[in-house]
């Protein structure tokens, strides 16, 4: 009985979120990239706003 879920539980699929969250590298990737990302396209966005000198 035993052997049979084991094989049951090793067949099935990791789901995709369950993988991500469970490997501490990619959310340590995803935790340093996004606000790298988002705080340079802000400074950006910034800069462009800045008026032009007359």
Do not use: H, K
Not at 2 to 14: D, F, G, I, L
């Amino acid at each position: 009985m035993s052997e049979e879920s084991a094989s049951v539980q090793s067949s099935e699929r990791v789901p995709f979120m369950q993988r991500i969250l469970d490997n501490p590298f990619i959310l340590l990737f995803i935790g340093v990239v996004f606000p790298a990302v988002f705080y340079i396209i802000w400074g950006i966005v910034e800069i462009v706003n800045i008026p032009l000198a007359p």
